[in-house]
């Protein structure tokens, strides 16, 4: 169990090297010489092919630039475009400086145009650097690095390093394909600045095969008695992160995450698949991967995405989702999770600040996660000085087992929480433990009310040192499962087709539903707790006014 408790205070964001802090933060190289744009009018479009010319005007796709380079040399204003041809590779990079790109009304796109994507492939650089700018929209486009690329620097990178300065507004991101680099797509802030960026949409692109992260954000680090963020009113959705490897020779930070956001506030994670990240993070981490994972940020949602068969190379995370250090009033929601090396869903907190308050997890799904490391669970809570948290109405199956034969848990609490609430969940199990509990935790300060608590073999909770059988008898032990004086929770059958049907990709969290019509166990009245559930269950299914225990509600035609 050491491995759980190990200390995250030096978290970092995942995939910010000191390589490429370099890149974007250092010395200024001196201007290039800069071709004059037409004397009037505008805003232009301008077009690149491989069987253009540098000499050509570029205004027309009959008369295209050739190069990249010579691209890069017209400073682009409010309203222009800069657009390549699809089907063709290009070899270079872009980049936009500050003084260049536009504004939200009138932003500055590159894009593609023909016929499918254009690939543009640096050597060693990033796809596209925006630095100390915004206004910019980067469409229909595929981005593919080289092995000097993928260890120094990112496919998409926008940077902001201006001192003191207010948050560069308007980025847009969508329908572009990033492989082959340190981080698919990056955006950040230097650690002496507050000011990233806002309104960031990122939307229906595939990150791939990168080495540390598909997506990562990252700015300054956080100070508790003074929290400030460097990204505000984020949107990320219908985006496919899969496939991004993390590095065997990082053994002190993690690497290998699908999305991995940090010092963001009002931002959501929508419609998205994380999936098959970290199989070649470190052996020896200290920190490892997760699906999706949020750190050091506020406002912030999980809702609607799927993060299955993440792994992890050392005995650390590997999970599908995680709120971690210094998140505060965030929800993960409709999120299914299944086939982690970790947990299904992990909040935690590692740093004694007391910022990781206030947040929620409802109406998701774990199926038989922590398939490699058993001190983990479907649903895991713990950390320093964390308060706060409400856990209601998830399914969580559990039927894994460890190679040592050890079993996870369906929830797993651990000591370092105050005011957690854990009511109207499915727990089932095929014989592991339904909760493994640190310790015995007096209802002041963890109450747990209105869950079934079901197993086919062997019915077995741990709570503290004692390891009870039966729910009558923990009840009466532990003061849980009682509300207004009458005893909550059962452990009847949820009917769920999945206790016997194999985890995969088609199996989906239909056989997560119960299927057992009008006899699944009814949970407890939200407004009991003091809780807004929200309009509806995992599938979409408005809520009745009363309610069962799950992720998944009766229909109107059950």
């Known amino acids: 169990m050491n491995a759980v408790k190990r200390s995250r205070t030096t978290r970092t964001a995942a995939g910010v090297s000191a390589a490429v802090l370099l890149l974007l933060t250092g010395c200024d190289v001196p201007g290039v010489y ?44 409010p309203g222009d475009r800069l657009r390549l041809e699809g089907g063709k590779r290009f070899r270079g990079s872009l980049t936009l400086e500050k003084g260049e790109a536009g504004r939200a009304a009138k ?106 992260a598909g997506i990562a954000f990252y700015g300054p680090d956080f100070e508790a008695a003074r929290p400030t963020y460097a990204h505000e009113g984020l949107r990320i959705e219908r985006v496919k992160a899969y496939a991004n490897t993390g590095d065997p020779k990082s053994d002190e930070r993690n690497t290998g995450s699908g999305i991995a956001l940090g010092s963001v506030q009002d931002a959501k994670v929508m419609r998205s698949v994380s999936h098959d990240n970290g199989a070649k993070s470190a052996v020896d981490a200290v920190e490892g991967p997760e699906g999706v994972w949020v750190y050091d940020s506020t406002r912030v949602v999980l809702e609607n995405n799927k993060s299955y068969r993440n ?156 390891r009870y059988t039966t729910l009558k008898d923990w009840r009466a032990a532990s003061r849980q499962e009682f509300l207004g004086g009458e005893p909550t929770g059962s452990n009847e059958d949820p009917c769920l087709r999945g206790m016997a049907t194999p985890v995969t990709d088609s199996a989906g969290a239909g056989n997560l539903r119960p299927r057992c019509k009008g006899d699944v166990p009814a949970g407890l009245d939200p407004e009991a707790f003091g809780v807004d559930p929200g309009p509806v269950d995992y599938f979409g299914n408005r809520l009745r006014n009363s309610v069962t225990v799950g992720a998944a509600q009766p229909r109107d035609e059950d």
């Open 34 to 77: 800069r071709p004059a744009r037409p004397v009037s009018g505008g805003p232009f479009t301008f077009y690149v092919s491989p069987d253009g010319d540098d000499k050509n005007d570029g205004m027309s796709p009959d008369k295209p630039w050739r190069t990249l380079a010579h691209a890069n040399d017209v400073h682009l204003k």
């Open 107 to 212: 932003p500055v796109v590159i894009d593609s145009y023909g016929t499918g994507r254009a690939t543009i492939a640096p050597r060693g650089t990033s796809g596209i650097t925006v630095r100390n700018t915004a206004g910019v929209e980067i469409r229909n486009l595929s981005l593919v690095g080289d092995r000097a690329a993928m260890r120094e620097a990112d496919g998409i990178a926008f940077h902001n390093s201006l001192p003191d300065a207010e948050r560069l507004g308007h980025v847009r991101i969508s329908n572009v394909e990033a492989s082959g680099f340190e981080n698919g797509i990056s955006v950040g802030a230097d650690k002496d600045s507050a000011a990233g960026f806002s309104d960031v949409r990122i939307t229906d692109a595939s990150v791939h095969h990168n080495l540390e």
């Open 311 to 466: 792994r992890t190379g050392s005995r650390v995370d590997g999970g599908g989702f995680g709120l971690d250090n210094n998140v505060s009033f965030s929800v993960m929601q409709y999120n299914l999770a299944y086939g982690n090396d970790g947990p299904g869903f992990l909040v935690y907190s590692g740093q004694p600040t007391g910022a990781h308050k206030n947040n929620v997890v409802r109406f998701n799904m774990s199926w038989d996660d922590s398939r490699k490391l058993p001190e983990y669970g479907g649903i895991v809570a713990y950390g320093t000085r964390m308060r706060n948290l409400d856990i209601y109405h998830n399914t969580v199956l559990m039927r894994t087992a460890s190679l040592d034969g050890e079993r996870p848990p369906a929830l797993r609490l651990r000591d370092g929480m105050r005011g957690v609430r854990v009511h109207n969940n499915i727990l089932a199990t095929d014989g592991g433990p339904l909760v493994d509990a640190e310790s015995s935790y007096n209802p002041a300060t963890l109450r747990l009310q209105g869950n079934d608590y079901y197993s086919t073999d062997g019915w077995a909770l741990q709570w503290g040192e004692k």
